[in-house]
């Protein structure tokens, strides 16, 4: 796809949500038809006044006339993909929270609501190894540990779970347990194979490390 008209769909990106919804609706349908009327025209003016506030910040009028006027041919083969029979229009918001989490939101036609699609908080799968990626880096970035468990592998998760299982398991009885002490360390042997390790620091004593 000539790069000038994958730069103009990035800008039209943002006309395939809506931020909120709203006791009525507009129909995307609509949208697309508008759309598809200006591109079969080669009207980079109409264009240009269906692009959101943000992408108008970011490209000037002269700018869209240019990449329509390069990206003529490809426009009009657009305008006639998009209104196809059995084209599928989809209403999504996609909300970025100040934490970074993002939530997708889909239009349900029937019942004129939206449901969530995807949210960080909720199970979900990276589509590409990228987004498995951030996904992870949200989650500890947000000390999630729920989170965590739900970007890791079934098989993997699993082990985790089981091995904490055993270890809460192990920890039932403390007062029962061998500590082997040596200075401000000291050693515990968990039934289950499971070793904690412990550490005093002015006069506390903090878990250092176990597995």
């Known amino acids: 796809m000539p790069r000038a008209l994958t730069s103009l769909l990035a800008l039209l990106a943002p006309l395939t949500g809506l931020a909120c919804a709203s006791s009525s609706l507009p129909d995307p349908k609509e949208a697309v038809r508008t759309y598809a009327d200006a591109a079969a025209r080669g009207d980079a003016d109409a264009i240009y006044g269906m692009l959101s506030e943000r992408s108008r910040t970011a490209t000037s009028r002269e700018e869209v006339r240019r990449r329509v006027a390069e ?60 987004q498995a990626l951030e996904q992870l880096r949200r989650v500890l ?44 360390s000291a050693t515990v042997q968990i039934p289950g194979g499971h070793e904690v390790k412990l550490r005093r620091e002015a006069g506390v004593w903090r878990v250092e490390d176990f597995d």
Do not use: H, M, N
């Not at 890791?152 to 500590?179: F, K, N």
């Open 71 to 130: 990206a003529r041919a490809e426009l009009a083969e657009q305008a006639r993909s998009v209104t196809a029979p059995g084209v599928v229009v989809k209403t999504r918001a996609r909300v970025r929270y100040p934490d970074g989490e993002i939530a997708t939101l889909e239009l349900d036609d029937r019942e004129r609501a939206f449901r969530i699609s995807a949210a960080d908080a909720l199970p979900a799968g990276g589509r590409t190894p990228e």
């Open 141 to 184: 970035a947000r000390r999630s540990y729920a989170g965590l468990l739900r970007v890791l592998t079934p098989a993997t998760r699993s082990a985790i779970e089981s091995d904490l299982r055993s270890l809460v398991e192990g920890l039932a009885q403390p007062e029962g347990l061998e500590v082997r002490i040596a200075g401000d």
